[in-house]
């Protein structure tokens, strides 16, 4: 327990406003900030209504440096998760200089007003999109990177960015977390994925399928090197990868941390077809499907191996698949449209702007 707080950018989406419950159910003081460009207040507001306590958000773009300086200087914060930025790869290879600024520019801010702030403790949401086509399976911390897309390249740089701060200045702590495939939504069917538009990513597409929204899943690809021709990924329960950045800010208490990174996964793998079993089980039903080209871009295979993150932040993947699929059919049964239909914005007096 700390009356200081943590500052979660990017909080109000997907695996921000998981990772915001379980700080908040571990008693740690949280203040949000968010632009909502693909998320909505009311994520915040259920956020509420699960913890039953308030939360601190502010309507805050991680491009106004000045605004972020006014939210350090409001509150005393001690570390910063920071979920913030695009996530689209289809997207960044369209709009490539939006996601270097959004991503990239943002995070030199946040870093910059963390620095003036005197703030030097972050964890940061990478990917494994990281290691691009990677040689060895399951994945080591140790491999090489190597993105293959702009939104892919913004993780890696932006590893790069803190892990040169933490070398010329020794007193900063990072935890450079790269997340395997999350999925599924909080046990209650309150909060879970909200993706603005058609979805890009296999689990929300797929739920969209069971609930009537979207005709048939494509499947890319049959021909891959695997067990059923599918390509192999490692689908990490939300609530667990929420977890893993508790164990993060738990390990930054200790002394001389530095930096580091981890593979958040469960270090098993599944194809899509496995998935589509999985999910339709949790529906009860055969769920449509049809088989069509590969889509450029996609790997044959990333499962992690989790054994840094297991040994040294004290953590692990405790969620099965079948609660995955099933927390995710609850979420999305219980809200056909997501959050579409709640009013989205912030709070007049929560939004912060010099931009
Ligand atoms: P999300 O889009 O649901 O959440 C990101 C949040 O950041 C959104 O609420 C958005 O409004 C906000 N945001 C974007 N740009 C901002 C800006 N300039 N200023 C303030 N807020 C801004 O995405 P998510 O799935 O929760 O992902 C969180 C982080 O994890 C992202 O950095 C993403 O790249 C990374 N990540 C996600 C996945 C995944 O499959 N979901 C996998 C690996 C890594
Ligand atoms: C991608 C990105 C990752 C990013 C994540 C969330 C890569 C290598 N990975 O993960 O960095 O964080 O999205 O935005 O760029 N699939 C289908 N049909 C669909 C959708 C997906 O068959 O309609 C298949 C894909 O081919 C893939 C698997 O399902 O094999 C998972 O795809 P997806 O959910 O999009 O995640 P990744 O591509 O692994």
New binding site residues.
Partial sequence: MSDKAVLVTGGAGYIGSHTVIELLNANQNVVIIDNLTNSSYEAVRRIEKLTEKKVTFYKVDILDKKAMLEVFKRHDIWAVIHFAGL???GESTRIPLDYYHNNITGTILLLEAMKESNVHNIVFSS???VYGDPAIIPIPETLPTGAT?P??RTKQFIEHIIRDLCTAENNWNAALLR?F?PAGAHPSGILGENPLGVP????P?LSQVAIGKREC?????EDYDTPDG??V?DYINVIDLAKGHLAALTKMREPNVGCAEYNLGTGHGNT?LEMIHAFSKAVGRDLKYKIVAR?P???RN?TANPEKANKELNWKCEKTLEETCESLWNWQSKNPNGLEDCPGDAPAESIICYL
């Fill in positions: 996530k689209a790869v990917s494994a999109t897309n939104y892919g997340y495939n890009n990513n296999l689990m597409y899943l494509s499947v890319f690809g599918t390509c990924r899509v889509r871009g996609d790997v990333l």
